[in-house]
């Protein structure tokens, strides 16, 4: 098995690199021409990118979007990695994909000329998914506090905008509330660019979700392991994904705890108790591959989950206004803008608070399977031990 | 769903209110105070002021190397505030124009004022692009040239002189004078040593903007004891490749008796006056 995995990624790199375009000059000397196939991520200064096989780094002052068409000419390691090489421009490419990107960088450009920062990047993240503009500070400060997640697109994001069609069964027919919950889904998913782990995300959110709708108590776990065993049998390798795992293991954890979880918490008022529910059943299952994956968890993460999660629903049907209407009527479109500016306001005065908090994060070695291992063996043993005093306690 | 508003009738109300209390609430304190506000923002290596006049007009000197610019900014301008009355790119080198590449994206903004000087870089032509596609138009500015607001604050052009041939396009950086009744500063960009002084008499002044992030030869020692600034910022990047600001030039501001702001130890720096008398506020 992990054989054939290899081979397949073995096959895949060599496939992309005897690509068309491609010249291989001499020693590490390539000269590549073809389209950016996806939005390049800014950080900082810098612009990263994968083009044909290729990790590329550049300057952000090279503008570059999916879809442009270059001719590039520089220096390639060992590691496929090439440092600011000549960038040419020499076109731009039509199609479906394309159009997508551009709709998106209309709307994010909106966003921008109705907000500050880092107000705007925060919005165009929960609503589209870019985190290529967050501020650098920012950016960091989300990371520390445990909820970059919310302009990540994860399955709490798909919740939401199902959740919202849901809550409108008492407008439209519960059937049509649960089609339209679908189709706002698929459009988000859209949206957010349909970068395959979005995709993977919103196939086991959505299914986890709809499944809860209709109500049968064991359905939605079902669904979720039936969702990944498809994507699995259809790509194997996808099972060392790291964004994979995350998405099957938060959504597991939420199906699974949230309900015992809200049953407890529930003396903490609404939306906090609820919220803390949600992120401290996902992370039950994600903290220990954080921990294997990245080497730190932030242990403030649940609290500062539970303080801010009820501002993104918010965020993101506000969102859905300020994109629709920044094509109909500009003008509302400010204004949708300047109510989003609260609830984004109080999201990031939160995070900043909670970001100057001294050694906000665990470190550990990465990698490290007997952390892993044991941390879902006492988890497990947790778990068995409450359901068996539930039972009790039922019995009583 | 309208069963669903009449239900919850009050928490509507509420959170509406709520909302509205801290949209003005944050307004509040960005509104002109009838002082003017001049703000060395921390941007790391490079610089960027933000004057705010009496009267509120807002103006934007470089922008430092990148969009670290734009929460600066967004935190000195009320959330609906998206315009600029002025905005100076000194000179086109990427640590005071990247920055403004995405401002005069984002911002509408009203006047340009640019050096003379171009560059080949890929920064300038990107600045170039962007001013073009919002077809916003620029003045080269020379010593000589002046704005003068309503409320009775005047920026005035004190360098360059004219168009020269140049090697270093630092010896073409736009250099500034703010006057505002007995209030007297000095924008200097990276004008370092070899274009001083200024095409300016100005002596006793209360505030100086070091020039060139206080590198080594950014100051003439009997230059600085004619300016005999009250206070100067210096405006580099924390640990930055440049060792800026040097230890000597450190050490020539100290024996000046000039008191030192430094945006890489303290943030931000903030000088506020009334015309007459002044005080500074620093981010740490």
Redesign the interface.
């Known amino acids: 098995m992990s054989l054939t995995a290899t081979g397949l990624i073995l096959i895949r790199s060599h496939l992309f690199k005897s690509g068309e375009g491609i010249e291989l000059i001499n020693e590490g000397q390539v000269r590549i021409q073809g389209m950016v196939n996806e939005e390049p991520r800014q950080r900082g200064q810098r612009l990263y990118f994968n083009f044909q096989g290729y990790h590329i780094t550049t300057s952000i002052y090279t503008k570059l979007t999916h879809g442009d068409i270059i001719a590039l000419d520089g220096q390639s390691n060992s590691k496929e990695q090439i440092y600011f090489p000549k960038i040419e421009k020499i076109g731009r490419e039509a199609g479906f994909w394309v159009s997508l990107s551009d709709f998106r960088t209309r709307i994010k450009d909106k966003i921008d000329s109705f907000l500050p920062e880092p107000q705007s990047s925060l919005l165009s993240g929960v609503l589209l998914g870019v985190d290529e503009g967050l501020p650098k500070d920012f950016d960091s400060a989300l990371r520390k506090t445990g909820t970059i997640h919310v302009v990540v697109v994860s399955g709490y994001n798909i919740g939401v905008v199902g959740g919202f069609f849901i809550s409108l069964s008492s407008l439209l027919k519960r059937r049509w509330a649960i089609v339209a919950a679908l189709l706002a889904i698929i459009f988000y998913t859209f949206l957010t660019g349909a970068a395959a782990p979005t995709v993977r995300a919103a196939i086991m959110g959505g299914l986890a979700f709809f499944a809860t709708a209709l109500g049968r108590q064991n359905w939605p776990i079902y669904a979720l392991l039936l969702s990944a065993f498809i994507m699995l049998l259809v790509d194997p390798t996808l099972v060392s994904e790291i964004s994979f795992q995350l998405s099957f293991m938060a959504t597991a954890g939420i199906i699974l705890f949230k309900d015992y979880l809200s049953n407890f918490l529930k003396k903490i008022p609404s939306p906090f108790g609820e919220d803390l529910a949600v992120t401290v059943s996902a992370q039950a299952l994600v903290v220990p591959l954080i921990f294997f994956h990245f080497g730190q968890v932030s242990p403030i993460s649940p609290i500062v989950n539970a303080l801010i999660l009820w501002t993104i629903p918010f965020v993101t049907y506000i969102g859905f206004g300020i994109a629709f209407f920044s094509f109909a009527f500009e003008p509302f479109a400010r204004l949708l803008s300047f109510i989003a500016w609260v609830p984004l306001t109080i999201f990031i005065w939160v995070v900043e608070i909670f970001s100057k908090v001294p050694a906000s994060l665990i470190q550990i070695p990465k990698q490290n399977f007997l952390v892993l291992v044991s941390f879902y063996l006492v988890l497990g043993v947790i778990i068995f031990s409450l359901l068996k005093y539930v039972r009790i306690y039922k019995s009583k | 769903?309208?069963?669903?508003i009449k239900v919850n009738k009050h928490k509507f109300v509420i959170i509406g209110l709520s909302?509205l209390a801290?949209?003005i609430w944050?307004v509040s304190f960005r509104l002109p105070d009838s002082k003017l506000h001049v703000k060395v923002l921390s941007v790391g290596q490079g610089d960027s002021i933000f004057i705010r006049t009496p009267s509120g007009y807002k103006i934007l000197v470089d922008g430092g190397?990148?969009?670290?610019v734009?929460?600066l900014?967004?935190?000195e301008?009320p959330?609906?505030d998206?315009s600029l009355d002025l905005v100076v790119a000194t000179h086109p080198q990427?640590d005071h124009i990247?920055g403004l590449?995405d401002v005069v994206?984002?911002y509408n903004v009203k006047n340009i004022w640019t050096s003379y000087s171009e560059s080949q870089?890929?920064?300038y032509s990107?600045w170039r692009q962007v001013l073009g596609e919002n077809n916003l138009k620029t003045t080269s500015v020379f010593a000589g040239d002046k704005m003068i607001f309503p409320d009775g604050l005047e920026l005035s052009v004190v360098w360059p002189r004219g168009k020269s041939s140049y090697t270093d396009s630092n010896t073409t950086a736009v250099v500034i004078q703010i006057d505002y009744k007995e209030f007297e500063g000095l924008l200097s960009s990276d004008a370092d040593q070899q274009v001083q002084p200024y095409e300016s008499g100005v002596s006793d002044i209360e505030f100086l903007k070091v020039p060139h992030h206080g590198s080594k030869t950014a100051l003439k020692k009997e230059y600085l004891a004619k300016l005999s600034p009250q206070i100067s910022v210096i405006s580099a990047g924390e640990k930055n490749r440049y060792g800026h600001p040097n230890k000597l030039l450190l050490d020539m501001l100290q024996n000046a008796g000039t008191k030192v702001f430094r945006t890489d130890q303290q943030g931000s720096v903030e000088i506020v006056s009334d015309g007459t008398n002044w005080y500074t506020k620093t981010e740490r």
């Open positions: 769903m309208s069963e669903y909302f801290i949209g944050s190397p990148d969009d670290k734009l929460p900014l967004g935190e301008l959330f609906y998206k990427a990247g590449v994206k984002r870089t890929q920064v990107q």
